[in-house]
T-cell receptor, first 113, second 115 residues
């Protein structure tokens, strides 16, 4: 079964710690995305990548970093510079063709201890 | 500045009746619109989309209507079922051939279908 796998489902971070959220897809999709969702709000774009070894900042990239060394993988690091990291993080991917919707993983909930 | 707005945070509908979810946008460059459904602690699931060259797209119980002059779209669910109870997000983008498409999301509407 093809899909997008995010891990872990729940993650706790201590103050001052960097943490990395995993996103893997076996859909052979070109583009991958990271979004953040806060309560009562829509999804906001953090970073996206169109191809391997290329990525672009979204609307709220400060305090986050990404890499795209493989087509299937797009990990997100939440750094200590992100002052309000508690949120639900969603990874998405899609084919770079007209009319192709983004498909989402089931998310990672990050909380600060 | 919110470019995509869902002004109703919640909607309750009786089972079997029509659910109408609304979405307004301000950016006239948007030309591709999508609706996603989301259950708690899960990722959004794509429901239906519409390109700006159309004013209606239908898929089973779901129909999306686009009014470009009013910059308004709506999702109709007929008949509504209890399993439709979820948060519905409207999203919009500018289509770019061969490029990653940045989606701008509304804040969502919680639909509750009462049995």
């Amino acid at each position: 079964d093809g899909g997008i796998t995010q891990s872990p489902k729940y993650l706790f971070r201590k103050e001052g710690q960097n943490v990395t959220l995993s996103c893997e897809q076996n859909l052979n999709h070109d583009a991958m995305y990271w979004y953040r969702q806060d309560p009562g709000q829509g999804l906001r774009l953090i970073y996206y990548s169109q191809i391997v070894n290329d990525f672009q900042k979204g609307d709220i990239a400060e305090g986050y970093s990404v890499s795209r060394e493989k087509k299937e993988s797009f990990p997100l690091t939440v750094t200590s510079a992100q002052k309000n990291p508690t949120a639900f993080y969603l990874c998405a991917s899609h084919r770079r063709r007209e009319g192709q919707p983004q498909h989402f993983g089931d998310g990672t909930r990050l909380s600060i201890l | 500045d919110q470019q995509v707005k869902q002004n109703s945070p919640s909607l309750s509908v009786q089972e079997g009746r029509i659910s109408i979810l609304n979405c307004d946008y301000t950016n006239s460059m948007f030309d591709y619109f999508l609706w996603y459904k989301k259950y708690p602690a899960e990722g959004p699931t794509f429901l239906i989309s519409i390109s700006s060259i159309k004013d209606k797209n239908e898929d089973g119980r779901f129909t999306v209507f686009l009014n470009k002059s009013a910059k308004h779209l709506s999702l109709h669910i007929v008949p509504s079922q209890p399993g439709d109870s979820a948060v519905y997000f409207c999203a919009a983008s500018v289509q770019q051939w061969g490029s990653a498409r940045q989606l701008t999301f509304g804040s969502g509407t919680q639909l509750t279908v009462l049995p």
